[in-house]
């Protein structure tokens, strides 16, 4: 499941050519939009994060460079996950 994670994360940055984050530390905002509202603290923020890391996307996920993440979960008709990266 973890790999299939990873890869699903690589993927969709490829195809949005998502750039790597330069400027470090960053804290990272994850969104869940579910059809059925879910626990902000189940929605896999690990694999979203080392998924980034396999995708180039971020250097490590080591405090040096993530220095925090938040998580939530919004009701939605259509299903996805948004990441954003702030430095």
Known sequence: MAETAHQLVAIACREQN???ITSYP???KI?????RVID????????LEDG???A???KDDSPTYVDSMTTRCVKSDREYVEIEICA
Request: with cysteine; charged share 15%; net charge positive.
């Open 56 to 58: 180039g996307i971020l």
């Open 31 to 35: 969104t869940a939009y579910r059809k």
């Open 40 to 47: 902000a603290s189940n929605c896999n923020a690990k694999l």
């Open 26 to 28: 960053v804290h990272i």
């Open 52 to 54: 980034l890391v396999r």
């Open 18 to 20: 998502i750039q790597p």
